[in-house]
């Protein structure tokens, strides 16, 4: 059975960043197209960021291009999502999620194993 652990979300101000991981295992995680989602109070789970397993392709929401950036060390089955320039509105619970095969896809069912969460508050 795959794990997902993520961690690194915190409390920032905006403007700042934050770096966010997720541990894998239980798997092998290079088999693995990784995702993030996010899901604010009240809201649908969105999209922010996906990877190949290989890491040579990403995928990004609008909303969080030239921003965030999506990368993953197969070496230490983790992937990453490093969020700079922070907007109150980026506040969220971000999820990390799994999927064996070679595409990226932007809805939540489409992904197989999902991590806890990590609160992400971004203050004005």
């Known amino acids: 059975q795959v794990q997902l652990v993520e961690s690194g979300g915190g409390l920032v101000q905006a403007g700042g960043s934050l770096r966010l991981s997720c541990a894998v295992s239980?798997?092998?995680?290079?088999?693995?197209?990784m995702g993030w989602f996010r899901q604010r109070p009240g809201k649908e789970r969105d999209f922010v960021a996906g990877i190949t397993r290989s890491g040579l392709r990403t995928r990004y929401a609008d909303s969080v291009k030239g921003r965030f950036t999506i990368s993953r060390d197969n070496g230490k089955n983790t992937a990453y999502l490093q969020m700079n320039s922070l907007k109150p509105e980026d506040t969220a619970v971000y999820y990390c999620?799994?999927?064996?095969?070679?595409?990226?896809?932007?809805?939540?069912?489409?992904?197989?194993?999902w991590g806890q969460g990590t609160q992400v508050t971004v203050a004005s």
């Open positions: 999620a799994a999927r064996g095969g070679v595409t990226i896809p932007t809805t939540h069912e489409e992904y197989d194993d």
């Open positions: 239980g798997r092998t995680f290079t088999t693995e197209a």
